[in-house]
């Protein structure tokens, strides 16, 4: 693999289905996703039946609770070296240039290898490739279990870049017409159509790599966001996948440190990961509020005046009679304080807060939520999820309560994660859930 390494980039090696399978069966949603909806899972299984599909080479997080996750750990295996022996894949070298139709129109993005040398998770940290939002360490371990060993990736992951002339992805684009097509199909359930292009030839590496260079170059850098010259430089934010990203990134140090001969182990595929990169300034990339959901309050607890407790004296609650007056209130923040919606089973309605702690307001509800589930925990489970009909199908169950969210300006992301660190854990998603990235390439860990 060819690699730029100033840049933590590489021309990936990357494993595509061969022609003449079934793409819509083969290519399913990111296992992030429909993670409170197993409905949805059981129609893709239906749906795909015994075809070559990526369902069979992932773990949809849906059934990370289940009794057994050892047995669909070993069957992924067996399905990625079963792929592998029937000669299901076909070899391709080069960045691919993806095309995502969306309802927010065409989501463009490169597909490329990132430097696992140079991302570091951590608040605060000062890497080329950094996360947008807390990690949560606890959900690092199920994914290493299934991802330690296994022969292949398949990724989900979307980076960000934040490149406002689009000088990246603006030189392929414009050669778009005369690139030679990998896949074109419409992906299942309705999700939109996706399209791959290889990007061939020295020429064009080289301006994607120029466009890279100036994102990166520290004076370039430092104007764009009226920094001091010696800040350290971010390159790549991440958008979706942090958590993906963060296993591959714990894999790989595991493996450094027991090699020994590190420079042998430099040159190791797990050093790499998978990734997507888009424009945050591409206009069909948009940012959605991921929401709250707790399932199965405790008896006795009150939601509503716990909250107002929480934040005494600078805190309401406000009754809605209609979600389109609720989500009204929510989306036009006021100035100098948030509003979040609670859908009850019983009702909704706003709470507000006044000089809030937190720059925004998805950073006020997620601190009362830590106080409330931790110590007295409060509910048995806290989920995240997108889209408003979710939310209010949601919080319509016994037991529940749906915190709704706005959504956050996508401009503001990397100068606050420069200036502040990482965001509140799930902060946001870029797209609705049918929206994410499908898995379709794949690229070897393993050697042959």
Partial sequence: MKTYDALAVGRPEVLLPRQGLDLTKWAVVACDQYTSEPEYWNKVQEFVGEEPSTLNLIYPEVYLGEADPDSRIARIREHMKLYLDRRIFEEYEGFIYVERQTGAGVRKGLLACLDLESYDYRKGAESLIRATEGTILSRIPPRVRIREGAPLELPHIMVLIDDPQNSVLGPVEARRDNLRKLYDFDVMRGSGRLRGFAVEGDALEMAVIGGLKTLADPRVFARKYGLKPETPVLLYAMGDGNHSLATAKSIWEKSREASGDRCAAMGSPLRYALVEVVNLHDPALVFEPIHRVLFDLVPGRNIVEEFIMFYSGRSRYSDCQTPLMMRALVDGQPAGGHRIGLILPEGMGVL?????????????????????????????????????????????????????????????LFKTVILDGALPRKTFSMGEAWEKRFYMEARRLAPR
């Fill in 352 to 412: 507000e807060v006044d000089k809030p702690d937190s720059n925004i307001a998805v950073g006020t509800l997620q601190n009362f939520l830590d106080a409330f589930m931790s110590e007295k925990k409060g509910a048995q489970e806290i989920d995240y999820v997108h889209g408003a009909e979710t939310v209010m199908r949601l919080g319509q169950e016994h037991g529940s309560a749906v915190f709704y969210l706005p959504a956050m300006d996508k401009r503001q």
